[in-house]
């Protein structure tokens, strides 16, 4: 992990950190005029070819996906090729498909995406009670925490595109198992549990806030050192915590490529087989 400001812009050696010879950028038509030419400088040595996408949610689709899989292909991508997403949480989500390609399933790369997250996200919080990040007042401060959050960003991209495709996965293996499709119910409950856990969410932070003393309406100034730190372990530490929990439910996720082939093979007989007994 290497945080810093205008790491690009002063050409920081990023191919240090790259093991195959082979890139691909993939960014967006807003982000790329400003960066692509920078971060291609701080990649010597390496064959860089890149990508630049339409910008905004409503290219979020599979076609533009497969356009990243169709230039990987193109350029002969092996599994040492560095994909680098240069842009937020559209880019990742976008990457999403590439990354399972590279990392074998879609559990891991939801995994990934998650830890990828939380850690992100929590990261200047975390320097912070550390002791090793910037001071209030200094000029740093902000970049490094927007900086944080666009990155952390990617992350989210990757688990929130990843979770709907694992739903649609395990409806293919309900009608394996028992001759139906039940979309409906596994969405409907992928909804109910996304808004109970939101509800739950709210009543945690409440609980956290009167567990580290923050009382209502405090001047922000006014607060104790005491309750801040109380406040930045809920945010810092405990979210890192936290995450252990969903990655240990999704441990037990076992449908990859091979067996999801297998699920539709199974289906396509199992519909034949009762078409002809019709």
């Known amino acids: 992990i290497i945080i810093g400001a205008g790491l690009i812009g002063r050409r920081f050696n990023l191919a240090d950190y790259i093991g195959g010879e082979d890139c691909l950028v993939v960014s967006n038509e807003t982000v790329a005029p400003l960066y692509l030419d ?18 905004g949610e409503a290219f979020k689709t599979v076609e533009t996906a497969e356009s990243i899989l169709d230039t990987l292909v193109e350029a002969r991508a092996g599994r040492d090729t560095t994909v680098i997403a240069l842009g937020g949480g559209v880019v990742g989500a976008l990457i999403a498909s590439p990354l399972v ?15 990828w997250f939380a850690v992100f996200g929590s990261l200047m ?29 990617w992350g989210m991209g990757v688990t ?28 409907s409950a992928i909804s109910f549990v996304a808004k109970a856990t939101s509800g739950f969410g709210t009543l945690l932070a409440g609980a956290a806030i009167d567990l580290v003393g923050l009382e209502p309406n405090a001047d922000p100034g006014a607060v104790p050192a005491s309750v ?3 406040l930045g372990f809920v945010y810092g530490p405990f979210v890192l915590l936290l995450i252990l929990l969903p990655i240990a439910l999704l441990w037990g996720y076992d449908i990859d ?6 699920i539709r093979r199974e289906i396509a007989t199992a519909s034949a087989d009762l078409a002809a007994d019709e």
């Open 38 to 55: 920078s971060l291609k400088a701080c990649l010597p040595g390496k064959r860089v070819g890149d990508l630049s996408l339409a910008d």
């Open 101 to 115: 390609a590279r990392l074998g399933s879609k559990r891991n790369a939801k995994i990934l995406g998650m830890a």
């Open 125 to 153: 919080v975390n320097l912070r009670l550390l002791g090793v990040a910037p001071e209030n007042g200094t000029f740093w401060l902000l970049p490094l925490l927007n900086l944080g959050s666009f990155v952390g960003g």
């Open 160 to 187: 929130a595109t990843l979770g709907s495709a694992m739903v649609a996965d395990v409806t293919d293996e309900h009608e394996r198992a028992y001759g139906t499709r039940q979309e409906g119910i596994y969405y």
């Open 228 to 230: 801040i730190d109380g």
């Open 257 to 262: 490529r091979e067996r999801h082939d297998e």
